[in-house]
């Protein structure tokens, strides 16, 4: 059974970082490519970002082109997404996918505020 636990969203002020954590379990993680998605109030969900089993990345989201960095460690089963100079119109809900198997995880709240 696939799971996806995301983690590490919280209040951080403009400009401020985060970095998100997405443990994943349930099948072989080193194999499949993973994905970050947002969904901001009222919006539809969004795709932020991308990353192959063979580490290459892609950043699909304009505004966050160079402040986001995509990563993941196949030794722990984790991907990352790395939020930097963050703006309160990143807030949102964020969320990894395992596209493969069409899994999602819980979500985790990001939210950019003074």
């Known amino acids: 059974q696939v799971q996806l636990v995301e983690s590490g969203g919280g209040l951080v002020q403009p400009g401020g970082s985060l970095r998100l954590s997405c443990a994943a379990s349930?099948?072989?993680?080193?194999?499949?490519?993973m994905s970050w998605y947002r969904q901001s109030p009222g919006k539809e969900r969004e795709l932020v970002a991308e990353?192959?089993?063979?580490?290459?990345?892609?950043v699909f989201l304009a505004s966050v082109e160079g402040r986001f960095t995509v990563s993941r460690d196949n030794a722990m089963n984790t991907v990352y997404l790395q939020m930097n100079h963050l703006k309160p119109e990143d807030t949102a809900v964020y969320y990894c996918s395992a596209p493969r198997f069409g899994s999602w995880g819980q979500g985790t709240q990001v939210t950019v505020s003074s």
């Open positions: 349930g099948f072989d993680f080193s194999n499949y490519g």
């Open positions: 990353i192959t089993r063979a580490g290459g990345t892609k």
